[in-house]
């Protein structure tokens, strides 16, 4: 094994590592912004509301992510409607192409997610909240989302490093994250191990970090339940 070329060519994975960076997170706070509306109708819609959420979420957590961006990146192209549109200088990009597919997806296992949590908000809640006057509205605003968002923070914490570890597609098409960069160390220099070696550190490194975070995200949003220690001075005579 030779990781010199991995340290003559570092400059390739810090690169791929801000690309990887920026589209997951770029992608989990939109599929965030989209599912948490999405969660709220799922639960509170009416059926007419709620059927094409739920063909949305089971199309996207039924396809593999790979043919999802496939679908974007080839599958649009073909349509004459979308090439003499406005949307084409967009769909020509494999970034926007990758941003969306991810978007797509995490929003649909996140919103499976809160839809979850929602509804195992406890009743007592509900009923203290319309007792004290609160409208739908705020109900949701105040009580239920807050409390779901605490129940869902374990499973949404392991969909940020599924979408994270499922970013790794986006070197299929062209894409130069970190695995774009391993493919590339290993084409130029016919050397797997240390390359996909070196990403996979880089991986277990963002993974590793994530899990930190929500941990100490975990201690705050979960100090109210965490056993209350009472401390008692006593006082020697003099």
Not at 96 to 114: D, G, H, K, R, S
Request: charged share 15%.
């Amino acid at each position: 094994m030779d990781f010199s070329i991995i340290l003559d060519n570092i400059s390739i994975y810090f690169e791929g590592l801000k690309n990887t960076v920026i589209l997951v997170s770029i992608s989990l706070v939109l599929g965030l912004m989209l599912a948490v509306p999405l969660a709220i109708l799922r639960n509170y819609g009416s059926s007419f509301v709620q059927y094409p959420i739920r063909a949305f979420v089971y199309f996207f957590r039924g396809t593999p992510l790979l043919v999802q961006m496939f679908l974007v990146y080839y599958g649009f192209g073909q349509f004459d409607l979308i090439k003499e549109s406005f949307l084409w200088p967009f769909f020509r990009e494999a970034y926007f192409c990758a941003l969306l597919a991810f978007t797509l997806n995490t929003a649909a296992y996140t919103t499976e997610i809160l839809r979850g949590s929602i509804k195992a908000t406890p009743h007592g809640e509900i009923e203290a909240a319309m007792a004290a006057g609160m409208s739908r509205f705020l109900m949701v605003k105040r009580i239920i989302l807050p409390s779901a968002f605490r129940r869902a923070l374990p499973a949404y914490s392991n969909e940020i490093i599924f979408m994270l570890h499922g970013s790794s597609l986006a070197s299929v098409i062209t894409i130069v994250d970190i695995t774009g960069a391993a493919r590339i160390i290993n084409s130029r220099f016919y050397s797997p191990y240390e390359a996909f070696l070196t990403a996979a550190v880089f991986y277990m490194a963002i993974t590793f970090l994530i899990v930190f975070l929500i941990k100490k995200l975990e201690v705050r949003w979960f100090a109210h339940l965490q056993p209350q220690v009472n401390k008692t001075v006593i006082e020697t005579p003099p």
